[in-house]
């Protein structure tokens, strides 16, 4: 039986991507070779690679302004190589401190330069998104997570300033039309709305580059990446082919307002149910929901445990709150299914039924 997979990353694909990539792990292609076997830089891997960075650049309506990579150690690594690359040791980088991940972007940039947390959302545990801030007019860069995977907040439209945006993307990446073509930066790792574990997305628009004089160990830089087309050294090749063929499986599907079509339904229905029914407690301001992450509470905690053992009964799984946090969390992307959405839902009235 297929579980209902609520699962905050590694997540939910889509039943066809794995379909494919488990028939490629056996025999690629009819080349009689597994997808594992063949060489990084033999024309089928190419081909792959060629294929993915197309489709990104068709998703998010990039211009030739923009350089597509695939990188590995996944998107804490970015938290490093971002500032490596992008910000000198006396230059200032702003940062908005809006959940665990940013904090931890935070903490990796005071490594390379001066960091101006221009805003914060501790004071709520992260509750919700502070919008207004003032960014330091000579800061390179403002550093922004979309979407807060463990809280479950996220930025419905861009932050307003003219400093470039850097945006961690891992958890709400291809899951709207959004405003891509604005960003500096955009970094995710993949193994969300994108594929399986093990690989990095970044783009970058190139205006970015050339700006800082420290020197950088050749497999963290970006500039070398880009002049080796994502092959500088061995890539994961397994990886960016399930990224590739989830991409395909988005724009066959009808591309990115289909995906944000379906996360409203999905998140409309869930939302509406937490709403109806007291007994559980909603946690992050209405209007700064995310539509891939939705956090609550039983409001008598002490019934959390009960409520866990019957998901888990009833075949679902990914619905504790992450370890920092605590709470429930119901993570819906691409793939998810609305019905899964609805068996939760039915559970969650059932539940509250039994104590009401
Ligand atoms: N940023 C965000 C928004 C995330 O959700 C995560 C992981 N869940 C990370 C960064 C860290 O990603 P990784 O484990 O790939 O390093």
Redesign the pocket.
Known sequence: MKMHNFN??PSILPATVLEQAAAAIINYNNTGLSLLEIGHRAKWFEEILHEAIGLIKELMELGTEYEVLFLH???????MQVPMNLLDTNDTAAYIDN?I?GT??IKEAKLFGNVAVVSSTKDKNHSYIAKDFTVPANAKYLHF?T????EGTEWHQLPATDIPLVA????DIFSRPFAYNQLGVIY??A??NMGA?GV?LLVIRKDMLGKISRPIPAIMDYQNHIEAGSLLNTPPVFAVYVAMLTLRWIKQEGSLAVMEQRAKERANLFYNTLDALPFYTPIVAKEDRSLMNATFAITDATLEKEFLDLCKENGMVGVKGHRSVGGLRVSMYNALPLSSVEAICDLMKAFAAKYA
């Open positions: 905050s990353g150690g996944g998107a804490s690594t970015q938290f959940g991940w931890k972007a997570t979407n807060n995977t463990v961690d993307m891992s958890s995710a790792g193994q969300k574990a990095n």
